[in-house]
């Protein structure tokens, strides 16, 4: 079965420190990869998205996110957290080979930056 | 250029009752998925709709049921309603079904099941 795993509920860091949210996922063949933002009651906004090429893809807001096939991890990642950077984060999957937009979200994790 | 808009914005409901949520895609955009997300989770597929067909359905009952509008707008119908119907839900629209473009996705309807 096709999942997507966030093994942390929440992860804190420093205002100005770097920050590293992991995602590893399970689907057959190589997916699309993709991180949304969601901020207290609004809908999910997207960051970025890995389709193919470099396995660093930089996105929205300063963040970025480096593809490890090998690892079967797609983990967000940004150089230096700001406070406005918190908020719940979500990886989520597409099968390259289905003919719809189906995404697989993982459980999702929240970002909490102190200043 | 408008984004995805949903309504209403909140909605409480009894069990076994019947709900209906909107959803205005973006412009230009043809396709709208609809996705389900419980407290404390990651949205769950439910439909897609493109050029007003259902094009996939997730792990979801019958009741649950929805339409594509000519102007690419859609609702979501959840019949008989139940406890655990209460979730968040998310519309989400793009140009095409599927591939590699990126979803957009309104702010949600939140629905309450007493």
């Known amino acids: 079965a096709q999942s997507v795993a966030q093994p942390e509920d929440q992860v804190n860091v420093a205002e100005g420190n770097p920050l590293t949210v992991k995602c590893t996922y399970s689907?057959?063949?190589?997916?699309?990869l993709f991180w949304y933002v969601q901020y207290p009651n609004r809908g999910l906004q997207f960051l970025l998205k890995?389709?193919?090429?470099?396995?660093l893809v930089k996105g929205s807001y300063g963040f970025e996110a480096e593809f490890n096939k090998s690892q079967t991890s797609f983990h967000l990642k940004k150089p230096s957290a700001l406070v406005s950077d918190s908020a719940l984060y979500f990886c989520a999957v597409r099968d390259r080979g289905g003919n719809t937009g189906k995404l697989i979200f993982g459980q999702g994790t929240t970002l909490q930056v102190k200043p | 250029e408008t984004g995805v808009t949903q309504s209403p914005t909140h909605l409480i409901k009894t069990r076994g009752q019947q709900v209906t949520l909107r959803c205005s895609s973006q412009?230009?955009?043809?396709?709208v998925s609809w996705y389900q997300q419980a407290l404390g989770q990651g949205p769950q597929f439910i439909f897609q709709y493109y050029r007003e067909e259902e094009n996939g359905r997730g792990n979801f009952p019958p009741r649950f049921s929805g339409l594509q509008f000519p102007n690419y707008s859609s609702e979501l119908n959840v019949n008989a309603l139940e406890l655990d119907d209460s979730a968040l839900y998310l519309c989400?629209?793009?140009?095409?079904?599927?591939?590699?473009?990126?979803?957009?996705f309104g702010p949600g309807t939140r629905l309450t099941v007493l």
């Open positions: 689907v057959s063949g190589n997916p699309y």
């Open positions: 890995y389709i193919t090429g470099d396995n």
């Open positions: 989400a629209s793009s140009l095409g079904s599927g591939g590699v473009n990126e979803q957009f």
């Open positions: 412009s230009g955009h043809n396709t």
